[in-house]
């Protein structure tokens, strides 16, 4: 076992044999919701992925998970954040609240974004990404071309 993936079972959501677990415990069983999943990239593109998600979770009966990375340098162990967690999930809780419907946020601290994400996110989730609609690729954009690569259902939210 690599020391990222020691690491990583050490955190919420991670199991000892490096599988992911799901985020409130259930198991995979037949009355298991379907959830849909919001990355955050910027605070006014996560407010308009959930506005999204939310829409998307009615119309499937799903539940809405927000995925928010916190990068820790790499002086720092990723056991010793700059930030803490409480302060951490209160800040994304507050922004997840001015949706209309209930929203579980689950912050991971990782040194690499995309490679929390791939051991966050359930194969085939359907994701929901906030971007800027720009003619250059955003890194917003790239995250989204990144996550359909991996086989993930993505779609982008974005400004009107």
């Known amino acids: 076992m690599t020391a990222f993936r020691r690491v990583m079972a050490k955190q919420?959501?991670?199991?000892?044999?490096?599988?992911?677990?799901?985020?409130?415990?259930?198991?995979?069983?037949?009355?298991?919701l379907p959830e849909v999943v919001?990355?955050?990239?910027?605070?006014?593109?996560?407010?308009?992925?959930?506005?999204?998600?939310a829409e998307l979770a009615r119309g499937l009966s799903a539940r809405v998970r927000l995925v928010a990375a916190q990068v820790v340098?790499?002086?720092?162990?990723?056991?010793?954040?700059p930030t803490s967690m409480?302060?951490?999930?209160?800040?994304?809780?507050?922004?997840?609240?001015?949706?209309?419907?209930?929203?579980k946020v689950d912050v991971r601290y990782c040194r690499d974004v995309e490679e929390m994400l791939l051991y966050a996110l359930n194969p085939g989730s359907l994701?929901?990404?906030?971007?800027?609609?720009?003619?250059w690729p955003t890194t917003e954009r790239r995250l989204a071309w990144r996550l359909r690569r991996n086989g993930h259902h993505v779609v982008t939210a974005e400004r009107q």
């Open 12 to 32: 919420k959501g991670i199991g000892d044999d490096g599988g992911i677990r799901d985020w409130d415990g259930s198991g995979d069983g037949p009355d298991r």
């Open 38 to 53: 919001v990355v955050h990239t910027t605070p006014r593109g996560t407010q308009r992925a959930l506005a999204a998600a």
């Open 73 to 81: 340098p790499y002086p720092r162990m990723l056991t010793d954040p």
């Open 86 to 103: 409480e302060f951490t999930k209160v800040k994304f809780k507050s922004l997840a609240a001015e949706t209309a419907v209930e929203v």
């Open 127 to 135: 994701v929901v990404v906030g971007c800027e609609r720009k003619w």
